[in-house]
C-alpha cells in the first residue's frame, strides 16, 4: 500500500509539472527533460510512469475529461435528467475552465489533439455524445419541445460551454453572462414557452451566483477602470430572445 500511495504521488507530482510547464510554454516549447526537472524526478523515474511527453498530454486530457464529468454528474441525474440540473451543470463546468489551472490545460490540450493523439478529439466527440444523452432523457421527459432535436441541441450546448470560455479568456469579459446569453437563445427555440419565465429567473441567479462567488462584477464594476463597467447585457439580466 505504501508503495501504491508512492507510485500515486511521483505520477501526480510529473502530471501536476508537466500542466505548470504547458500552461505556461505551451505544449510544443515544453521537452520531456523540462517535466522531468520540474517534477524534481530522474528520467528513470519518469519511463516508469509514462512512455513519453505524450502520454503524459493525454493522461492531463484524461482528467480533464474526468473532471468534467464528476462535475456533470453532480448537477444532474441521468436517470432522470431535467432541463434545469443540465444548466446549472454547465455554470459548474464554466467554473471549472475559468479558474482551475489544471484544467484548463486539459482544455487547451485536447483543443491541440493533431500535436498529441487522436485520443484527444475521442474527448470532444464522447462529451457531444454525453450532452445528447442527457437532452435526450430531458426530451423523452417532455422537458423539450417535441420538435426538438436532442442531438442539435446536445451539440449546442458542448459548444456553447466551450465557447463561451474561449470568448471570455480572449475578451477577458463574465464567461457566466456569456453562458446565460447563450442559454437564453438555445431555451428560446427548444423549450415551452410557459416555461421561460422560469429559466430566465434561473439564469439570472446563477450568474449572481458565480459572479459574486469568484468576484467578477466588483472587478468590473471597479473605479479604477470605468471603461469596465458591467452593461446590463453583463449581468445576465433581459428577457429571453
Known sequence: MVVQARAGSTRRRILEAAATLFGERGYSETGLTDIVEGAGLSTGAFYYHFSSKEAVASAIVDDFDNKLAETVLAHVDVTAPRVADLI??????????RWDPYVQVGQLLMQAFEQISPDSRRVTVDWTEKFV???????????????????????AIWIAVLGSHVLSVTLKDNPFARLARVWRFILGTVVPKEALP?????????VTEYASRYEIVAEAESPADPDAATSPRDTGAGTPR
Open 133 to 155: 444523452f442527457i437532452v435526450a432523457g430531458a426530451h423523452q421527459a417532455g422537458e423539450l419541445r417535441e420538435e426538438a432535436d436532442p442531438f442539435e441541441v446536445g451539440e
Open 198 to 206: 422560469g429559466y430566465e429567473d434561473l439564469l439570472a441567479e446563477l
Open 88 to 97: 446549472r451543470s454547465t455554470y459548474a463546468v464554466q467554473a471549472l475552465l
